[in-house]
């Protein structure tokens, strides 16, 4: 028997609706979007149920997402099923922070709330984040380097799907020479600002400061950062790293294939979407996933 991950997606996985089944037939689900809401100041439950516009911006989408998240967390807990290891995709970390028992629920949606509204204010005047496909990583690298401005790599997401990342004009530059250099695709992702690029570093010295007031607690089970693509063995070390998080990028492939070296054979993904299952068949096709999105899949864990 191989190791068990949790992993947690990131935003863009959002949609109305998610998570209202384990709120409305699972009572510690249905605390957990109340504990959002109560230490957002937002009615999160209506933001996640309810058909409106803000759930599709940044700093809305956070906490609406992390609030699905951590209450289908605790639905997989009920069952009994703890995972070796956890990591989350961007604002996916903090869903892997509250499985590692590093911050409680209530500092978590504290926190992810104040970082929606730093991320979404670092950059009033928007920037491109573009999901380059068919490419191979290092050309990616080297074009982004060569060009002039701000634009680097936001995502490793899997083996010919890098997201880049920065100044509008920048990133048009590197799209066009990207192309150029054979990319099958390059996509403009519908996102309000550049984020995981340099120019988000103020957004991350704002959310330092809040994290100043968090508990962090000792790391009961392992986590791995966005950052390091590495496991986290230092309680100290983990505010400095969701600082850098913001404006660094997210190595998320890296952060698989160290899970995989491990021993790590099935992954849970826990949140909205699949679309972790969707990059793990590109990083290794040979992985157990199962996916916890509706109730019903909890009965996936019983196998």
Same mark, same amino acid.
């Given at each position: 028997?191989?190791?068990?991950?949790?992993?947690?997606?990131?935003?863009?996985?959002?949609?109305?609706?998610?998570?209202?089944?384990?709120?409305?037939?699972?009572?510690?689900?249905?605390?957990?979007?109340?504990?959002?809401?109560?230490?957002?100041?937002?009615?999160?439950? $209506?933001?996640?149920?309810?058909?409106?516009?803000?759930?599709?911006?940044?700093?809305?989408?956070?906490?609406?997402?992390?609030?699905?998240?951590?209450?289908?967390?605790?639905?997989?807990?009920?069952?009994?099923?703890?995972?070796?290891?956890?990591?989350?995709?961007?604002?996916?970390?903090?869903?892997?922070?509250?499985?590692?028992?590093?911050?409680?629920?209530?500092?978590?949606?504290?926190?992810?709330?104040?970082?929606?509204?730093?991320?979404?204010? $670092?950059?009033?005047?928007?920037?491109?984040?573009?999901?380059?496909?068919?490419?191979?990583?290092?050309?990616?690298?080297?074009?982004?380097?060569?060009?002039?401005?701000?634009?680097?790599?936001?995502?490793?997401?899997?083996?010919?799907?890098?997201?880049?990342?920065?100044?509008?004009?920048?990133?048009?530059?590197?799209?066009?020479?990207?192309?150029?250099?054979?990319?099958?695709?390059?996509?403009?992702?519908?996102?309000?600002?550049?984020?995981?690029?340099?120019?988000?570093?103020?957004?991350?010295?704002?959310?330092?400061?809040?994290?100043?007031?968090?508990?962090?607690?000792?790391?009961?089970?392992?986590?791995?950062?966005?950052?390091?693509?590495?496991?986290?063995?230092?309680?100290?070390?983990?505010?400095?790293?969701?600082?850098?998080?913001?404006?660094?990028?997210?190595?998320?492939?890296?952060?698989?294939?160290?899970?995989?070296?491990?021993?790590?054979?099935?992954?849970?993904?826990?949140?909205?979407?699949?679309?972790?299952?969707?990059?793990?068949?590109?990083?290794?096709?040979?992985?157990?996933?199962?996916?916890?999105?509706?109730?019903?899949?909890?009965?996936?864990?019983?196998?």
């Amino acid at each position: 028997m191989g190791k068990i991950a949790f992993m947690f997606p990131g935003q863009g996985a959002q949609y109305v609706g998610m998570g209202k089944d384990f709120y409305e037939q699972i009572p510690v689900c249905k605390e957990m979007f109340e504990l959002a809401g109560k230490a957002s100041g937002l009615d999160v439950a $209506a933001l996640c149920f309810e058909e409106n516009e803000q759930i599709n911006i940044t700093e809305y989408t956070q906490i609406a997402m992390l609030a699905a998240e951590v209450a289908m967390l605790k639905a997989v807990e009920e069952k009994g099923v703890k995972p070796d290891v956890t990591g989350g995709l961007s604002l996916g970390e903090y869903g892997a922070l509250v499985a590692s028992g590093v911050m409680s629920p209530e500092d978590v949606f504290k926190v992810v709330r104040k970082r929606g509204i730093y991320m979404q204010e $670092a950059v009033p005047n928007g920037g491109a984040m573009v999901a380059v496909l068919g490419l191979d990583t290092a050309v990616i690298e080297k074009v982004c380097a060569e060009t002039d401005g701000c634009v680097t790599i936001a995502n490793y997401n899997c083996p010919g799907q890098i997201v880049i990342t920065g100044e509008e004009a920048a990133a048009k530059e590197a799209v066009e020479k990207l192309t150029a250099a054979g990319a099958k695709r390059c996509v403009t992702l519908n996102v309000s600002g550049p984020f995981h690029s340099p120019l988000l570093v103020g957004a991350g010295e704002k959310l330092a400061k809040e994290l100043d007031s968090v508990e962090i607690h000792d790391i009961v089970i392992p986590y791995i950062a966005n950052v390091t693509a590495d496991y986290v063995k230092d309680k100290a070390d983990v505010k400095p790293l969701l600082e850098k998080q913001v404006s660094s990028s997210v190595k998320w492939q890296q952060t698989v294939e160290k899970m995989i070296a491990d021993g790590v054979d099935t992954f849970v993904e826990i949140g909205p979407g699949k679309t972790l299952s969707g990059f793990m068949r590109k990083i290794n096709k040979d992985m157990k996933v199962i996916n916890i999105e509706k109730v019903e899949d909890l009965e996936s864990l019983r196998r």
